[in-house]
C-alpha cells in the first residue's frame, strides 16, 4: 500500500469545506461519516496509520465540544459602572471553580470606554460581553437566561465581591434535585439566625448574614442562582418590575416549583457602590417606580381586599408622619407615591425586551 504524507489528506467535511487532518492517535472508526471516509481512503490507497490519527482526531473533537459546555452561567446586568464592575468581574475569575461561563449585560450608553478596554484585553474564552437595549433589570436578565449555556444560573449584581468558593458551593448545592434556587450570604450585613423572609405590607425580617445552612422563602438580588427549567418553566423574570422587588417576586414564584436553600459559603460583599445602578435616580424612596413595583407586587401575590391595609402599611413606613405637611422631602414621596402607584394600575401589560446591541465578546 502507497503511503503518502500526513499534510496531504484533505478530506471534505459535511458542509463541504476541504479540511486537512491533524495529527491524533486511533484504531478505528466510531461515527458512520468516518467510516465513509475510511472506504473512501482505502480505495484511494491510504496509509492506514494516516487513516487512525484522522479518525482519532475526530473524535477527540467531539468529546471536547461536549466537555466544554459550562456547568453554571454567571450572569450580571450592569448600568453606568466601570471600576467597580472589573472588580466584580476579577472576583468571578479569581474563582476556585472553573466550569463556568460568564455574560456580563452592559446596559450603558453609551459603554464606557474602560469597560470595553478591560473586557477587549481578557484572553479568558469563558467571558462573553454584550451591550443592551433598552436599559431595564428585569429585562436584561431574561436576554441573560436566553443567552446562558449552562443548566444552572446565577445572577449577581454589578458591584460584589465574591469569596473564593462561592460557584462551588453554589454548583454543590444543586446537588440535591428538590432545590429550585439559592440565596447566599452577604458579609456586610448585620448577622442574625434566620434569613430575610418578605412579608404582607413590605415588611422584612431576618438578615443575609447567617451562619447556617437552612431552607428559605425569599432570595436576594445581588446574588442568587437558580436552575434553568425552572425560570422557564415560570416564564423568567416580570419586566413589569423595572428594578425592584424583582427577586422577591422571583422567589415567591420559584417556591412554589421547589425549595429555596440558603448557602452560607456562597458569600460576598455588596458594596452597594453610591453611583450607578438604581441610585443614578437619587434616593428611591422619591421615585415613582420604587412605589409602583410594591403595588404591582401586591397586586400580584395578595387579594385585592387587603388593599386599604397594605397603603396604610406602605404609606406608614415611607412617608405618612406627623411631619408629612412641614417636611418637603415627606411631601415629595407622597407625590411620588401616588404617581407610583397609578402607573402599577397603567403599566399592567408593560412588556420589555432587551436585546443584544454590540457583541464585543460573543
Not at 446586568?77 to 472553573?98: G, M
Not at 431552607?215 to 415560570?234: H, N, P, W, Y
Not at 422571583?250 to 452560607?264: E, F, L, P
Not at 407622597?334 to 403599566?347: E, P, Q
Request: net charge positive; aromatic share 10%.
Amino acid at each position: 500500500m502507497n503511503s503518502f504524507p500526513l499534510s496531504s489528506l484533505c478530506v471534505k467535511s459535511r458542509k463541504g469545506h476541504s479540511k486537512t487532518a491533524p495529527p491524533c492517535n486511533a484504531k478505528y472508526p466510531s461515527h458512520k461519516h468516518d467510516v465513509i471516509l475510511y472506504l473512501v481512503a482505502i480505495n484511494n490507497a491510504c496509509d492506514t496509520q494516516v487513516l487512525s490519527r484522522l479518525f482519532k482526531c475526530r473524535n477527540h473533537k467531539r468529546k471536547t465540544l461536549k466537555a466544554s459546555k459550562p456547568q453554571l452561567t454567571v450572569i450580571i446586568a450592569t448600568y453606568n459602572r466601570s471600576s467597580v464592575l472589573i472588580d466584580t468581574v476579577k472576583s468571578v475569575l479569581e474563582q476556585d471553580f472553573a466550569h463556568y461561563e460568564l455574560l456580563v449585560l452592559d446596559q450603558t450608553d453609551p459603554p464606557s470606554t474602560e469597560v470595553m478596554s478591560y473586557f477587549d484585553s481578557l484572553a479568558d474564552s469563558r467571558v462573553r460581553y454584550f451591550t443592551v437595549r433598552p436599559p431595564a433589570l428585569t429585562a436584561v436578565r431574561n436576554l441573560g437566561i436566553k443567552l446562558s449555556r449552562a443548566k444552572l444560573l446565577l445572577f449577581l449584581d454589578d458591584d460584589v465581591l465574591l469569596d473564593a468558593g462561592y460557584l462551588q458551593a453554589a454548583v454543590a448545592a444543586f446537588s440535591d434535585p428538590g432545590v429550585a434556587a439559592l440565596a447566599g450570604r452577604i458579609k456586610n450585613w448585620a448577622p442574625g439566625e434566620r434569613p430575610l423572609e418578605f412579608k404582607f405590607g413590605g415588611v422584612i425580617t431576618g438578615t443575609w448574614n447567617v451562619a447556617q445552612d437552612q431552607d428559605c422563602t425569599s432570595v436576594q438580588g445581588c446574588g442568587m442562582a437558580f436552575r434553568k427549567s425552572v425560570l422557564e418553566e415560570i416564564g423568567g423574570f416580570d419586566v413589569r418590575l423595572l428594578w425592584y422587588r424583582d427577586d422577591t417576586d422571583i422567589g415567591m414564584r420559584v417556591a412554589k416549583r421547589g425549595r429555596i436553600r440558603y448557602v452560607a459559603a456562597m458569600s460576598l460583599e455588596h458594596l452597594v457602590h453610591p453611583s450607578g445602578g438604581v441610585r443614578d435616580y437619587g434616593c428611591v424612596y422619591d421615585n415613582p417606580v420604587f412605589y409602583e413595583c410594591d403595588m404591582t407586587l401586591f397586586r400580584k401575590h395578595w387579594p385585592l381586599r387587603l388593599l386599604p391595609r397594605f397603603l396604610w402599611h406602605h404609606s406608614r413606613s415611607h412617608f405618612l408622619q406627623r411631619d408629612l405637611l412641614t417636611d418637603p422631602v415627606k411631601r415629595k414621596r407622597l407625590w411620588a407615591a401616588v404617581r407610583g402607584y397609578l402607573n402599577s394600575w397603567l403599566h399592567t401589560k408593560r412588556k420589555i425586551t432587551a436585546e443584544p446591541y454590540q457583541a464585543l465578546r460573543s
